[in-house]
T-cell receptor, first 113, second 116 residues
Framework: DTGVSQDPRHKITKRGQNVTFRCDPISEHNRLYWYRQTLGQGPEFLTYFQNEAQLEKSRLLSDRFSAERPKGSFSTLEIQRTEQGDSAMYLC???????????FGPGTRLLVL | AQKVTQAQTEISVVEKEDVTLDCVYETRDTTYYLFWYKQPPSGELVFLIRRNSFDEQNEISGRYSWNFQKSTSSFNFTITASQVVDSAVYFCALSERPWGAQKLVFGQGTRLTINP
């Protein structure tokens, strides 16, 4: 059973550019979560999907952020017009609805110059 | 609002010593879950344990043990006979609305360094 995978693992971009990250959850996990982790802090919740429906978004998710999970499998997180403050590790997690335990991927480390 | 506090920012011990990582939480929910995750330098969060609010039994898994006390809102984690491979950042987390979205609220983490 493969775990959660994320691509790319690292991304360096210039301020103002758009970036997109992909997350592939554990197969059959119907819940998918995105978190953001800045240096020295714990992860903070961004958004959550149950199947293809985006059910909750954090106030941290500004209008420049959009997430999708079109077929209820993989998910993408896009950041438009990146700012230096977006530099962080973006973590994806998945879970089975009943199990309640979230399993995390390796993360995508974003650096905005 | 839910909150998790890990007061120990960094801990450094010599190999084979026992070490306890503290976690204190705040919630108004009567039903909730508590978690511990390990984050090695590679960055991936590794699940260690889940405990629900109705189960206050302590748990032991090899060199790891957890002490859950609702009376003090604490969920502490002890590593016995620590090893260099235990070096990592450890996060305690609390779930909100466990029958709904179950987003996790994390503490700030404790960086544990085991010196040979």
């Amino acid at each position: 059973d493969t775990g959660v995978s994320q691509d790319p693992r690292h991304k360096i971009t210039k301020r103002g550019q758009n970036v997109t990250f992909r997350c592939d959850p554990i197969s059959e996990h119907n819940r998918l979560y995105w978190y953001r982790q800045t240096l020295g802090q714990g992860p903070e919740f961004l958004t959550y999907f149950q199947n293809e429906a985006q059910l909750e978004k954090s106030r941290l998710l500004s209008d420049r952020f959009s997430a999708e999970r079109p077929k209820g499998s993989f998910s993408t997180l896009e950041i438009q017009r990146t700012e230096q403050g977006d530099s962080a590790m973006y973590l994806c997690a998945s879970s089975l609805q009943i199990q309640e335990t979230q399993y995390f991927g390796p993360g995508t480390r974003l650096l905005v110059l | 609002a839910q909150k998790v506090t890990q007061a120990q920012t960094e801990i450094s011990v010599v190999e084979k010593e026992d070490v306890t990582l503290d976690c204190v939480y705040e919630t108004r929910d009567t039903t909730y879950y508590l978690f511990w995750y390990k984050q090695p330098p590679s960055g991936e969060l590794v699940f260690l344990i889940r405990r629900n609010s109705f189960d206050e039994q302590n748990e032991i898994s090899g060199r790891y043990s957890w002490n859950f006390q609702k009376s003090t809102s604490s969920f502490n984690f002890t590593i016995t006979a620590s090893q260099v491979v235990d070096s990592a950042v450890y996060f305690c987390a609390l779930s909100e609305r466990p029958w709904g979205a179950q987003k996790l609220v994390f503490g700030q983490g404790t960086r544990l360094t085991i010196n040979p």
